[in-house]
């Protein structure tokens, strides 16, 4: 044996040697998270119980028993998110999942926990089961978790759907009906001025749609467009969605619009936030759009003049205090509450993103305990947080500059701050 294979071998051992280490304790790692996520539903769950239990304490007797409960569960759902700097929705999702896994699904609540299959194979589970008749799901449960701890969480899914279709006493039919009650379009916005707009639908409508767009940037390729395919059929959804142009259209005229051009079909009411020097036209720092953030001053400027309505809002470049606020909307909303919705941004609750346009301007200091209405006791609170502030518990006390500090039932403090300055 020549001294270069001897090398060779030793190389191998060692590299399986330590390939072993890291792949024993990556699934250890694996373990016991899946044992943290076992131990996260059963609390969870106990949570939702409590709140169940005692929503006709901590909520006033005016709301009927169905609102007090959900009231109960939403103040619990949020002084959880509140104490781990979580999204209140993001708690209430992984509460419901909770529910159905341990009250359901016990038998794969003790599988996640003694770590034969993860906290993703529990959910698979779980969204498939939550359709079934309960007369079904022992069946169902019963076929499914030796699959679950054999199978990857992809291969699960593919198995569990077929099991569920072959199980179900309901006709596809009748639970297609169902489904599509749920028909909605959301809008997620993403980096460097991007977004995501996502259509959920009946299977026919969506592959319909894949295929016109499919068609629409085939015929535009077709005709020299040298746009890659990805593009053509995200300029091509755009253009249907903006102007009615349909491949029957685009067969007289086979070139697809650029962005640019579908851009000019855009008629929104918007709050565009521009530094004075940008309009100015000697600084090219990016103007805000209400509702997804930082964009380029020219896209701004583009979309501002197809705006039947819009607020343009003048700020200084380095301290961002604000200059000026145009007046030429439509409805020009009082001064007061201009001021208060520009400073707050967004509602004021920890963790909360809807946008101050869509939320209640509340006095922090009520109007019948003494309270003024000025921009000192005002703040911007969505529906749900200004019902929530006034149950048992829950307190607010509103400083200078616009800082807001919660208490929440369980004696936790959070402070919020106006929404910063986007320059």
């Keep these: 044996m020549t001294e270069t294979t001897t090398t060779a071998i030793h190389a191998s051992d060692e590299y399986a040697a330590r390939l072993a280490e890291f792949s024993d304790h990556y699934a250890d790692i694996q373990r016991r998270r899946a044992a943290l996520d076992g131990e996260e539903a059963r609390l969870l769950a106990r949570?939702?119980?409590?709140?169940?239990?005692?929503?006709?304490?901590?909520?006033?007797?005016?709301?009927?028993?169905?609102?007090?409960?959900?009231?109960?569960?939403?103040?619990?759902?949020?002084?959880?998110?509140?104490?781990?700097?979580?999204?209140?929705?993001?708690?209430?999702?992984?509460?419901?999942?909770?529910?159905?896994?341990?009250?359901?699904?016990?038998?794969?609540?003790?599988?996640?926990?003694?770590?034969?299959?993860?906290?993703?194979?529990?959910k698979t589970i779980t969204d498939q089961l939550c359709d079934v008749p309960t007369e079904g799901r022992a069946a169902f449960l019963a076929k499914v978790l030796p699959v679950a701890e054999q199978t990857t969480d992809a291969e699960l899914r593919r198995r569990a759907r077929v099991l569920r279709e072959r199980l179900h006493p309901d006709s596809i039919t009748t639970r297609a009906k169902r489904s599509e009650a749920d028909r909605r379009v959301e809008f997620e916005p993403a980096a460097d001025g991007m977004a995501w707009v996502h259509?959920?639908?009946?299977?026919?409508?969506?592959?319909?749609?894949?295929?016109?767009?499919?068609?629409?940037?085939?015929?535009?390729?077709?005709?020299?467009?040298?746009?890659?395919?990805?593009?053509?059929?995200?300029?091509?959804?755009?253009?249907?969605?903006?102007?009615?142009?349909?491949?029957?259209?685009?067969?007289?005229?086979?070139?697809?619009?650029h962005p640019i051009e579908v851009q000019d079909h855009i008629k929104p009411t918007v709050q565009i936030t521009v530094p004075a020097l940008s309009m100015a036209g000697v600084s090219d720092a990016p103007a805000t759009l209400d509702g997804y953030g930082p964009i380029d001053p020219e896209t701004a400027a583009r979309i501002a003049v197809n705006a039947p309505s819009f607020t343009r809002i003048l700020v200084q470049p380095e301290t961002g205090a604000i200059l000026s606020v145009g007046r030429n909307q439509y409805r020009v909303p009082a001064d007061l509450q201009r001021a208060v919705r520009l400073r707050d941004g967004t509602c004021r609750a920890p963790g909360c993103g809807r946008r101050a346009r869509a939320c209640d301007l509340d006095h922090s200091v009520a109007w019948e305990d003494g309270g003024t209405t000025d921009v000192g006791n005002l703040a911007c609170l969505c529906r749900h947080h200004h019902r929530m502030k006034h149950l048992p518990g829950w307190n607010l006390d509103h400083g200078p500059g616009g800082v807001l500090e919660w208490t929440t039932p369980d004696g936790k403090h959070h402070r919020t701050e106006p929404d910063p300055a986007p320059f």
């Design 47 to 122: 949570s939702a119980a409590y709140a169940d239990a005692f929503a006709d304490t901590v909520v006033p007797a005016e709301f009927p028993p169905a609102e007090r409960r959900a009231l109960s569960r939403r103040s619990t759902c949020a002084a959880m998110a509140m104490a781990t700097r979580t999204s209140e929705r993001t708690v209430q999702r992984a509460t419901n999942d909770a529910e159905a896994l341990v009250n359901d699904a016990p038998s794969v609540l003790d599988a996640l926990e003694a770590a034969r299959i993860s906290a993703r194979h529990a």
């Design 199 to 257: 259509l959920f639908t009946t299977a026919p409508i969506a592959q319909g749609i894949i295929e016109r767009i499919e068609a629409a940037a085939a015929e535009s390729r077709s005709a020299g467009d040298t746009r890659t395919c990805a593009q053509l059929q995200a300029d091509a959804l755009a253009t249907l969605a903006l102007t009615g142009v349909t491949p029957d259209d685009i067969m007289t005229s086979p070139v697809l619009p």
